[in-house]
C-alpha cells in the first residue's frame, strides 16, 4: 500500500456548512483528500452525502467554509469550474447517451475538431488510449453505447472522467448496478488510479466493498461528520454504528417462521428468454434465495413466472392451480406479487403519487357504480405509510422525490396492499441505505411468520446468508444447487454461480458475521 | 431539500396556468378600444363557444391519447370523414339519428384500427396514426366522389344553431353536448380505473404492465373513444356546414393536439386534465375571434397562436423543473 498519509492533501474543504430552507444539510463539515487515496464517503441517504459532492463539484455554493486544491484555494462558480480543475464526477444513473457511440460518448462536448470539422482519428486514438488506462481495451469505440453491458457503460463513463485528466473522481455508488466481475474489475481500475495519484472519492452502501476497496473514511449523519479515520483495523460494525447513530442492535434481524405445505412449482419451466429449464418448489412461510450473476437467467425466470415473458415449455403451478399465458394480471389474482429489479424503469411511475403506485394493481377495494374514491385509497396507503416507516409528506407525494430505500418500500408496499401470497422480489435491497434494508429484511421475516412465501433473488451473499432458509443458484441460466442456508456458505455461492458446481462439502465452520 | 418557494410557484403555475393564459387574452381584446363593444358581448361568446365545438370534441378524445403516451394525427380527416358519412346516410333518406349514430362509430371504427396496429404491430403512434390520416381522407373523397355531398335540412343541422331553439338553451346544443361529454370525461380521468390506467400507461408503461394492467387494452380502448369523439366532431361539421365535405379540416388535429398542450398535456404522457384542454380550446378560440374582429390578416393570426403553443410548452417545462 502507497503511503498516502505523507503526501499533501490534495483536496481541503473546511468548515463547509449549506442550509436549504429551514434545512440544514450540511453543518461545518471538514474534509482531507490525499494524493492517490481512497476515500469512502459513508452515510444513509440525506446525510449530506450528495450536498457534499455538489459543493465540490461546484453545483451548489456553500453558505461557509472554504476548499483548497494542491493549497491553492479553489472556490468554483459551476460545474465547469470543478471540471477545469480536475474534479470530475461519475453519477449513480449513468449519463451516457445511448444512441451515441463509446466513442462519442467519451468525446462529447471535448471534440476534437478544426474549424468544425471532426479530427476522427485524433478522436480515435486519444479514446484508445483512455480505454487502454481502464484495463478495458476491448471495448469497441465505435459500439453504440446502449448495447454495451451495465459494466461496460460505467468503464466508459470513468473513461469519460479519465480523459478529462481528472485527479479527483467523485464515484457515487459506482457497483450499484455491477455484478460481482465487473466490481473487481472497477477494484483493480481503482487500484490502477492509485498509481497514477488519481484521487477517489468512493461513495457506496456496499460496506464490505469500501472496506477493500477504500484507504480511509469519513461518515457523515445528518449533515454533519461524525467520524473518520483509517479504513485498516476498523469493524464494520463501528461504521454502522456511526452511520444510524443509535444501538444498532442487528443487519439481519431474525424473525421465527414455520416453513408450511408447498405453494409454488415450478416444473420444467422455460421461458422464451430463458436458457434452460428450471424446476423449483416454494412453500408457504418459507424464504428461497436465489443466488447467482447478473445475467444468470434469475431475472427472466421471475418474469416468465410472472407472465411478463412468454413461456414455451414446462409448466408453473401457484397453490394447486396451473398459471399461463404472458397476462400478468392472471397471476397477481392467483396471489404472485412481482418486485422488479428496475426501480426506475418498471418498478414505480415516478411522476404518481405513493398512493396511486402502492394502489395501482389493485384499485376494486377504491371502486364503487364504476368511480375511484381517491379520499379512501389515500387513507388505506396512509397505514401503510406508517406500518413500513415510509418516510414521505403522505400519500399525495410523487414517488420520484422520496428516497431510493423509500421508493423501494413503496414498490413492497405495493405487493402487501395486493395481497400477495406468493413475492418474488428481485433484488430488493439493490441501491439503498443500511436502515431501510435492515427494515426490509424484518418485512421479509414477518411476511414468512404469516406464511406468505417468499423468493428472495440476491447478487448480495450476505443478505442471502443472512436471512433464507434456503439457498438455490443459477449459473448460465440453469439452476445448479438448491440447499439449507446452514450447509452454504459465501465461497460455495460463489463457485456454484461463477463454476456452476459447489463444493460438495460444507467447509469447517468459518461462516461467520462479519 | 427542495426550495419551497420555487414548488409553490409550480404549484401555482399547474393549477392556474391554462386560465392566466385565458384571461390575458379576453382581457387583451377587451382593453382594445375599437373592438372592445363587440368582444365582449354575449353573442360573441356565444359564436365562440360554438366555433370551438368541433376542435373541443376533437381534443376530449386528443387528452386521453395524450395522457396515455400516444398521439392521434388522424382526428381531422376522421372528422371529415365521419362528416362526409353522415352527409350520405342523411341524404340516403335514412332518419337522422342513423345517420349521426354512424357518423359516430365510423369515427369510432378509425380510431379502433389505430389502437390496433399501434398495440398488435408495436408500431409508434405517430406512424400509425400519420397513415391513418391520409386513408381517412382518402376514403372521405372517395365516398363523396371527390366533391361535396348536398342533404336536406334535418334537426341535426340546428345542433350548431347560433340561436338554438328553445331559446331557453342559450347555448347551441353543440356547445352543451361539449360540456357534457367533457364532465364526464374529466370524472373518467380522475374517479375511473380506467382513468387511472391512462395515466399509468403514459407514466410508465413497464410499470403499469408490471402492475397487471392490460396496457394493450387501455390503448386500443384510448384510440377507440378518441376516435368516437372525432366521430361526433364530424357530425357537428356537417351539422355547421349542411354539406359533407371531404376537405375540410384539414391541419385541425393540429389545432386538437395544440390546445391540449396548451392546456397542460404532456407529449411524453402522463400528464394532461381535461379542464386545460377546454381552456386550451378557448384560447385559441378567442384569439381567432379576436384578431378577426381586429381585422387582422389570417397570416397575423396563425403567427400568434403559433407563438402561444410555444409559450405554452415552455411554461411546461417551466412548471417540470420547479413542481
Known amino acids: 500500500m502507497i503511503n498516502a498519509a505523507a503526501a499533501p492533501p490534495v483536496l481541503r474543504m473546511a468548515g463547509i456548512s449549506k442550509s436549504f430552507g429551514a434545512t440544514k444539510a450540511l453543518d461545518d463539515v471538514s474534509f482531507e483528500l490525499g494524493r492517490g487515496e481512497v476515500h469512502a464517503l459513508i452515510g444513509e441517504n440525506g446525510a449530506g452525502k450528495s450536498t457534499m459532492m455538489k459543493v465540490l463539484s461546484g453545483a451548489i455554493t456553500p453558505d461557509a467554509g472554504r476548499m483548497e486544491i494542491d493549497g491553492r484555494p479553489y472556490a ?127 461513495i457506496s452502501h456496499f460496506l464490505e466493498e469500501v472496506q477493500r476497496v477504500a484507504d480511509s473514511y469519513t461518515v457523515l449523519r445528518d449533515g454533519r461528520s461524525v467520524g473518520s479515520g483509517a479504513m485498516e483495523g476498523t469493524a464494520l460494525e463501528d461504521i454502522i454504528q456511526l452511520m444510524v447513530g443509535q444501538k444498532f442492535t442487528q443487519l439481519f434481524p431474525k424473525v421465527e417462521h414455520a416453513v408450511g405445505e408447498p405453494v409454488l412449482s415450478l416444473e420444467h419451466l422455460k421461458g422464451t428468454r430463458m436458457a434452460a429449464p428450471v424446476t423449483l418448489s416454494l412453500s408457504k412461510g418459507e424464504i428461497l434465495g436465489v ?224 | 431539500m427542495r426550495r419551497h418557494s420555487r414548488s409553490g410557484m409550480g404549484r401555482a403555475l399547474n393549477l392556474f396556468g391554462p386560465f392566466i393564459g385565458l384571461l390575458l387574452v379576453i382581457a387583451l381584446f377587451a382593453l382594445i378600444p375599437g373592438v372592445q363593444g363587440r368582444f365582449l358581448r354575449a353573442a360573441n361568446f356565444k359564436s365562440v363557444a360554438t366555433q370551438s365545438v368541433i376542435v373541443a370534441l376533437g381534443a376530449l378524445g386528443m387528452t386521453l391519447v395524450i395522457i396515455a403516451g400516444g398521439i392521434d394525427l388522424s382526428a381531422a380527416s376522421n372528422i371529415a370523414l365521419a362528416s362526409v358519412i353522415t352527409a350520405y346516410v342523411v341524404n340516403a333518406g335514412a332518419a337522422p339519428i342513423t345517420a349521426l349514430l354512424l357518423g359516430v362509430l365510423t369515427g369510432g371504427l378509425v380510431g379502433l384500427v389505430n ?25 372521405a373523397k372517395w365516398i363523396a366522389g371527390n366533391q361535396k355531398i348536398d342533404a336536406p335540412m334535418t334537426w341535426v343541422n340546428e345542433l350548431m344553431a347560433k340561436s338554438p331553439r328553445p331559446s331557453w338553451l342559450l347555448l347551441a346544443p353543440g356547445v352543451w353536448i361539449v360540456i ?37 387494452r387501455v390503448k386500443i380502448l384510448v384510440y377507440a373513444v378518441s376516435g368516437l369523439f372525432c366521430g361526433l366532431s364530424g357530425v357537428m361539421e356537417f351539422s355547421r356546414l349542411t354539406v359533407g365535405d371531404p376537405t375540410v379540416a384539414v391541419g385541425l388535429e393540429l389545432d386538437i393536439i395544440a390546445a391540449v398542450v396548451i392546456g397542460g398535456g404532456s407529449l411524453s404522457g402522463g400528464e394532461g386534465s381535461i379542464l386545460g384542454t377546454m381552456v386550451g380550446v378557448l384560447i385559441m378560440s378567442f384569439l381567432r375571434n379576436g384578431c378577426t374582429m381586429m381585422g387582422w390578416p389570417n397570416y397575423i393570426q396563425e403567427i400568434i397562436i403559433g407563438a402561444i403553443i410555444i409559450i405554452a410548452v415552455a411554461l411546461d417545462h417551466l412548471r417540470h423543473r420547479t413542481a
Open chain 1, 76 to 202: 468554483p462558480s459551476g460545474p465547469g469550474d470543478g471540471l477545469r480543475c480536475g474534479v470530475s464526477m461519475i453519477y449513480q444513473e449513468l449519463t451516457l447517451a445511448p444512441h451515441l457511440t463509446v466513442e462519442e460518448n467519451i468525446m462529447l462536448g471535448r471534440e476534437v475538431h478544426a474549424a468544425g470539422w471532426l479530427d476522427r482519428e485524433t478522436m480515435k486514438r486519444k479514446v484508445r488510449e483512455v480505454l487502454e488506462l481502464v484495463r478495458h481495451p476491448e471495448i469497441s469505440p465505435t459500439v453504440p453505447v446502449g448495447r454495451l453491458s451495465v459494466g461496460a457503460k460505467q468503464v466508459v463513463e470513468i473513461a469519460r472522467a479519465l480523459l478529462n485528466k481528472s485527479r479527483i473522481l467523485v464515484m457515487d455508488e459506482p457497483t450499484s448496478s455491477l455484478t460481482q466481475e465487473d466490481s473487481a474489475c472497477l477494484f483493480e481500475i481503482i487500484r490502477g488510479l492509485k498509481d497514477q495519484d488519481v484521487s477517489v472519492i468512493y
Open chain 2, 115 to 139: 389502437g390496433g396496429l399501434v398495440t398488435r404491430l408495436r408500431l409508434v403512434p405517430f406512424i400509425v396514426t400519420m397513415g391513418m390520416m391520409g386513408i381517412a381522407r382518402g376514403a
Open chain 1, 291 to 514: 443466488a447467482g450473476l447478473i445475467g444468470s437467467g434469475r431475472t427472466e425466470m421471475l418474469r416468465t413466472l410472472f407472465g411478463l415473458d412468454g413461456a414455451e415449455d414446462g409448466m408453473a403451478i401457484v397453490s394447486g392451480v396451473e398459471v399461463a399465458g404472458r397476462r400478468p394480471w392472471t397471476r397477481i389474482r392467483r396471489g404472485l406479487g412481482l418486485l422488479s429489479e428496475d426501480r426506475h424503469g418498471e418498478g414505480l411511475a415516478a411522476s404518481l403519487s405513493v398512493a396511486d403506485n402502492v394502489t395501482l394493481s389493485d384499485l376494486a377495494p377504491y371502486r364503487s357504480h364504476g368511480l375511484l374514491s381517491p379520499a379512501r385509497q389515500r387513507r388505506a396507503v396512509a397505514g401503510l405509510i406508517g406500518k413500513l416507516k415510509i418516510k414521505a409528506k403522505g400519500p399525495g407525494q410523487k414517488v420520484g422525490d422520496l428516497s431510493g430505500g423509500n421508493q423501494q418500500k413503496v414498490a413492497l408496499a405495493r405487493l402487501l396492499h395486493q395481497k400477495a401470497s406468493v413475492l418474488l422480489l428481485d433484488e430488493p435491497t439493490r441501491g439503498i441505505d443500511v436502515v431501510s434494508k435492515s427494515q426490509i429484511y424484518e418485512w421479509i421475516g414477518n411476511l414468512a411468520s404469516e406464511g406468505k412465501a417468499i423468493l428472495f433473488v440476491s447478487s448480495y451473499l450476505p443478505e442471502l446468508l443472512g436471512i433464507c432458509d434456503r439457498i438455490t443458484v443459477f449459473h448460465r441460466g440453469a439452476l445448479v444447487e438448491s440447499r439449507p442456508t446452514s450447509e452454504w456458505d459465501a465461497a460455495g455461492l460463489m463457485a456454484a454461480a461463477t463454476v456452476g458446481r459447489a463444493p460438495r462439502e460444507k467447509p469447517i465452520e468459518q461462516r461467520n458475521a462479519e
Open chain 2, 180 to 216: 357534457l361529454f367533457a364532465v364526464a370525461m374529466a370524472v373518467l380521468l380522475k374517479y375511473t380505473v380506467f382513468g387511472r390506467h391512462i395515466f399509468a400507461v403514459g407514466s410508465n408503461e413497464a410499470t403499469a404492465r408490471l402492475c397487471g394492467i392490460r396496457t394493450n
